[in-house]
């Protein structure tokens, strides 16, 4: 039998008024859009509004920022629905939705879900985390930010559990839901352009795999191999992109600044800080959170090599020669699939 509150998101989701939203009201909110620096989201709902919301009496957006649209280009009209539900969601209403709650949208026969507790401070749906207060709200008509879009092949593993920080981020064991996770793992970063980290999980850690959750930091093979001349001659470079505790994005974006994760490298740590909001690993960004997981192991995509952070010791200086184009962005998904 349904909860009651998931019957009343159900319900929610079919009521319908007399009338739609006013024209005036959406052009009113592209405007609040465009002067809050979404310019992107504030042209596409002009283009979008007389089609998609002609029949939409009350709507929540969630809208990705400038930056989520420079990175995976125009979506597709099935991306934008998936961030428009057909109903009014206040602040408040959200803050009281436990975790794993579906929330429709207009992407028919997909739905959001809660990935924040109600004890949470800030609230996220699909391990996105949304702004702390509607850029536009009139009552039947919401919009809130978001820094980047969400993902429609998202899968809910449980609710979220807040990391333990620094040196209490040891490695647990924890029961193995597939056969071989790891071959699955350098499957996924070998079709994605990571072989070399892939190389490097086959051969680093042969003993370790079958026991400890890991997080692994994986740079591109161009970026890498422009670090490296023969990669096989550096064992320490896999060693420090690789933690022992398995960490998916949300548990990252919940660590305090100054934090530190230990790794395989002995004495070297990494540094979590946050500049302009946006959170780096020992001053490297992620690009493609979550690329990939499972009950075992978590690897991120990150924009260049990790530099040396070594723990209570002056930080050491690489020789490494940087490229470029080692912090050129890439997105979590290709929006050119929906």
């Known amino acids: 039998m349904a909860s009651p509150l998931l019957l009343f998101l159900t319900i929610l989701s079919c009521f319908s008024l007399s009338s739609s939203l006013p024209h005036e009201t959406i052009l009113d909110a592209a405007d609040i859009l465009t002067d809050s620096g979404f ?52 602040l408040q209403n959200l ?22 507790s109600p004890s949470d401070h800030a609230i996220s749906l699909n391990n996105v985390r949304i702004s702390e207060t509607p850029i536009y709200d009139d009552g039947f008509f919401l919009i809130y930010g978001i820094e980047r ?37 350098r499957e996924t970063l070998q079709s994605g352009g990571y072989s070399v980290m892939a190389s490097f999980l086959d051969m680093q850690l042969p003993g370790n795999t079958d026991q400890t959750p890991m997080t692994v930091f994986a740079p591109q093979d161009e970026i890498v191999m422009n670090h490296l001349g023969n ?11 690789a933690v022992p505790c398995k960490l998916l994005w949300n548990d990252l974006a919940h660590f305090d600044d100054g934090s530190e994760l230990p790794t395989y490298l002995e004495g070297f740590t990494i540094s979590i800080t946050r500049s302009a909001g946006v959170l780096t690993l020992n001053g490297v960004t992620v690009i493609i959170p979550d690329l990939f997981y499972s009950d075992k192991i978590v690897v991120h995509g990150v924009s260049d090599v990790l530099a040396a952070h070594v723990k209570n010791q002056e930080e050491v200086v690489e020789t490494f020669d940087h490229t470029e184009d080692g912090h050129a962005e890439e997105n979590l998904f290709d929006p050119g699939e929906f």
């Open 231 to 241: 990669f096989s001659e550096y064992p320490p470079f896999f060693l420090r992109h």
């Open 95 to 116: 803050r009281l939705l436990p975790a794993g709650t579906k929330i429709p949208t207009m992407f028919s026969g997909r739905s959001l879900t809660v990935t924040t």
């Open 149 to 185: 879009f969400f993902n429609p092949n998202f899968q809910y593993t449980g609710p979220y559990q807040r990391p333990s920080p620094n040196s209490q981020c040891i490695a647990k064991n924890s029961t193995m839901s597939s056969s071989n996770p790891f071959h699955q793992t």
């Open 39 to 90: 310019v992107s989201m504030a042209l596409t709902l002009e283009v979008i509004s007389k089609t998609l919301l002609s029949h939409s009496p009350s709507l929540t957006i969630f809208a990705p920022s400038d930056s989520a649209f420079r990175r995976s280009g125009q979506p597709s009209i099935d991306l934008l629905q998936f961030h428009f539900a057909p109903l009014s969601l206040p």
